[in-house]
């Protein structure tokens, strides 16, 4: 039988599927795609307690609909780091990456167009979960790289240990699932 | 020298830089992630000319924000086609889909709860271009084999011949830039 992880955030409940990681822990798979009403909330809550900021970066793909419909509320650019480098790109920058979703080393990209948004300006870090803190830690080597200066660190929810750090800011905490 | 294309779509003007391909073609890169104004625009405009719906289709991830955008404005449900089978996906179905700006075979997957959206559902493919058409071949591949009915075929841009089919809607034409 399916189980489920009941979420209250930003005034919404979220029934969450549970998902084995390996034989002894599972995770409460939280995805924003497909649920507007979900992204508009988080957006409008976080965006409340979000330090001052002239711009946002997030990871591609997760955090595409938070960072663009925080932007789209706020007025602030969104800045997308992506997981390969594009045939559109001039000058890339590049961190790598360990992801829990996907249990292997990814990279992250930014263009020279993006670095000049970055350089100089307070940059604001979201995304939609902070769980081991690669993810952060990659983009918070790219802002450094882009002569950037983070200014805050967001996320919906904090899952497992990241619940207890005091350098991130976020909406609810997410368990993790030991059997 | 930096070469551009100049874009007029949506009422908005953009510079498109045009990067190289092969030694005989350029293309003009269109990237809506960051630009919040023209992903608006162009979602109010395709609503519009928009068959009517009950549920839209994109493919990860440059066709994200404009289908989270159409989505917010006109209260139809989005579904994302990711690139990869993810932890969270309990009995995902898949198609190959070979992409012009990455130059290899990617696939594209859908999970069960967005294959119970689209089933006996009319369903509108969105992307940002419409170009070789791989990527909307794949995306109706996919609809198909979830028991969708594909109702319209949209995309901000028809690149290179798209623009000559009567089978699509699109906002502008994209040229292709023969060296």
Known sequence: MDKYYTLHVAGLTRELPLCPVNEHLDIAAFVMFSDVELTIACATELNKIAPDHDVIITAE???????????????????????????????PIRVQVKSI????????????????C?????????????????SLNALESLVEQAG?????????????EAADRKDILFLEKLPLFFK
Chains 1, 2 share one sequence.
Do not use: C, F, H, W
Request: hydrophobic share 40%; glycine share 8%; net charge positive.
């Open 61 to 91: 793909s997760k955090g595409i609909p938070l960072a663009y419909e925080m932007s789209r509320q706020s007025g602030k650019k969104y800045i997308l780091a992506r997981k390969s480098a594009k045939l559109y790109m001039k000058a």
């Open 148 to 160: 950037g200066n983070t200014v805050g660190r967001m996320a919906v929810l904090a899952e497992g």
């Open 101 to 116: 979703t996907t249990a292997r080393i990814q990279e992250l990209y930014i263009d020279k167009e993006d670095i000049d």
């Open 118 to 134: 970055l350089k100089d300006k307070r940059v604001l870090i979201v995304d939609d979960v902070i769980s081991t803190g690669e």
